[in-house]
């Protein structure tokens, strides 16, 4: 895991976007992740833990802030994430070419959703797609449309690759079974966790939020869900 603090930059009018980059490497310039927090707004410090672990593996994470309370459902605020990422990633240091889209709980469904649909753009089009502990069965907000139906009629144009806590209460595994069925070439990993510990965080009720985790048993289930992006970026 990386220690250095992540650098806060506007990717939108008035909206933030954590860069935590890679540790120092002569390999050139590192693959990118983009990745979409859940539906909490604007929790981009939620994800802080695995961005931290992603970039001590070697790849450039970039965290954006999003509220899927606005009357677009974060629609804006995503692709707007999206754009500045596509268009600014070679300036941090990261490679356009090797550039995942990954998503948390409903970011994971949102990213899949862009990732795959026919319909994106291809100067937007990531190279694959992460969705961690997500549902896609219903309408993603940046695309208007199903994931899963739009996956079950056509193969994916990206590898698509799947993360599921086997004790989630929260967004069961077998929503991410359901895509699994009608895509069964992504890669799915089954994490012993819950929907908090797939990201390495843990929920405090007090709070109503996800803090950083501690206890050992979630943080290397995490570390896995790090590692499988890696993997989706080519690095391993």
Do not use: K
Not at 35 to 54: F, I
Not at 202 to 222: E, F, I, V
Request: hydrophobic share 45%; net charge negative; charged share 20%.
């Amino acid at each position: 895991m990386t220690t250095a603090r992540p650098e806060a930059v506007p990717y939108a009018d008035g909206r933030l976007l954590d860069v935590h980059r890679p540790a120092a490497t002569d390999s050139g310039p590192a693959p990118v992740v983009l990745l979409w927090h859940g539906s909490g707004p604007d929790e981009r410090d939620v994800l802080h833990t695995l961005a931290q672990e992603a970039a001590g593996l070697g790849l450039l994470v970039l965290v954006p802030d999003w509220r899927s309370d606005r009357a677009d459902g974060g629609r804006a605020d995503l692709l707007a994430s999206l754009a500045f990422a596509r268009r600014n990633a070679a300036a941090y240091g990261g490679d356009p070419d090797r550039f995942v889209l990954a998503g948390w709980s409903l970011g994971g469904r949102e990213a899949v959703a862009v990732a795959t649909h026919p319909d994106t753009p291809a100067e937007l089009r990531p190279t694959a797609a992460v969705g961690i502990a997500s549902a896609y069965g219903r309408p993603a907000a940046t695309t208007g449309d199903v994931p899963l139906d739009h996956l079950a009629a056509g193969p994916s144009p990206v590898p698509v690759l799947l993360v599921l806590g086997t004790t989630d209460e929260v967004v069961p595994g077998w929503l991410t079974h359901q895509l699994h069925a009608v895509a069964p070439t992504a890669e799915l990993l089954e994490l012993p966790t819950d929907h908090a510990g797939v990201v390495m965080t843990t929920y405090d009720p007090g709070a109503d939020r996800c803090l950083p985790a501690t206890d050992p048993a979630t943080l290397a289930a995490g570390r896995r869900t790090a590692a499988l992006l890696a993997r989706a970026a080519g690095l391993r």
